[in-house]
């Protein structure tokens, strides 16, 4: 077998049957996170869909208390929206997609210096470049996604300080001949990261050989599992914004057929990278520890077996299922 890092998911919409959307709470968060922690995920930034203003609000809020009293395996808030592209909506509510204004950037400045990480997925039809450049100052992660941006538009909000792409080639603007889009900007700008939804459903095999070949940094390239209430359960459906999203073979999605977030853990997408992506193990282990941590710049806490970093870690057999976790060195499975 293998001694691993815990993973680190910088994309949790849910797990245990439960959504931060539905009602963010202390207790939801809770349970998302032991959910996670049992399947290898010791790390994570539970994730805001696009939602009401009243909906964000207590995200922020129970985001706090979460932080306040030392949650396990809780690192921060993953904000994905409200301020997309209404034309590369996905699965979020396009009523409640909308430009950021002066109160919502000060809303997440504020979030910044209560939580020690926020990231936030942003498009650059809704955002400026002031706008980005006041958040980066503040030190929240700025990810870009749920966009159909050109490539120097992306490269604007990479100059201004966003520094990552959300779910590569999922709701953006696709690489062509003459515009390169999000996805070129993500594999050219060395200076921008990117979460990658390895379930063999979001993106073809061969798509994710390319990327990998394709990233001008190395390393740069990290799983996340953007995984829904499903995840640890048995559930066949649930709602997000009063709509039902159905789980069928592994896909999570809307009646009309549009993904719904994945139906996933990151220990099963290291597996698919291994034996479908045909990686060695030990770059599939980096694409769910070290790489996303130091995206995040929690390269010397988590995602990582150091002296001085958190003791999290995992035993995992020849086949790369999850046998044992630890969590700051205590034995959870």
């Keep these: 077998g293998v001694i691993s890092p815990g993973f680190v998911d910088l994309q949790?919409?849910?797990?245990?049957g439960h959504l931060l959307n539905e009602a963010p709470s202390l207790q939801k968060l809770e349970k998302i996170c032991e959910t996670h922690a049992n399947l290898g995920t010791t790390s994570l930034l539970p994730t805001l869909i696009s939602d009401v203003p009243d909906i964000t609000e207590a995200a922020h809020n129970c985001a706090v208390e979460a932080f306040n009293e030392n949650m396990p395996s809780f690192i921060g808030l993953h904000l994905e929206g409200p301020h997309l592209a209404p034309s590369r909506s996905g699965a979020h509510e396009r009523?409640?997609?909308?430009?950021?204004?002066?109160?919502?950037?000060?809303?997440?400045?504020?979030?910044?210096?209560?939580?020690?990480?926020?990231?936030?997925?942003?498009?650059?039809?809704a955002v400026s470049a002031t706008f980005v450049e006041r958040l980066a100052s503040a030190g929240i992660i700025v990810s870009l996604g749920h966009t159909d941006c050109s490539y120097s538009q992306a490269k604007e909000l990479a100059s201004a300080g966003a520094t990552g792409v959300t779910h590569l080639f999922n709701a953006m603007s696709q690489f062509g001949s003459r515009e390169p889009g999000l996805v070129g900007a993500a594999l050219e700008l060395g200076s921008l990261s990117a979460g990658i939804i390895a379930d063999g459903f979001h993106v073809d095999v061969s798509t994710i050989k390319v990327a990998l070949r394709a990233k001008k940094t190395p390393g740069s390239i990290f799983l996340v599992s953007d995984s829904m209430a499903t995840t640890g359960t048995n559930l066949k459906s649930f709602e997000l914004n009063g709509r039902k999203i159905f789980r069928e073979n592994g896909r999570l999605t809307l009646e009309n057929g549009t993904l719904a977030g994945a139906d996933l853990d990151l220990a099963t997408s290291v597996r698919f990278m291994v034996h479908e992506v045909g990686i060695p193990y030990i770059d599939a282990l980096k694409m769910a520890t070290i790489f996303p941590s130091r995206f995040i710049g929690m390269e010397k806490e988590i995602g990582v077996l150091l002296p001085g970093a958190r003791a999290d870690f995992l035993w995992l057999d020849e086949s790369l299922n999850v046998r044992r976790v630890w969590r700051s060195g205590e034995a959870l499975i």
């Design 95 to 125: 009523s409640v997609i909308r430009p950021m204004e002066e109160n919502d950037c000060l809303a997440l400045e504020d979030l910044a210096i209560k939580v020690p990480k926020v990231l936030t997925t942003v498009a650059p039809e």
């Design 12 to 16: 949790v919409n849910g797990g245990g």
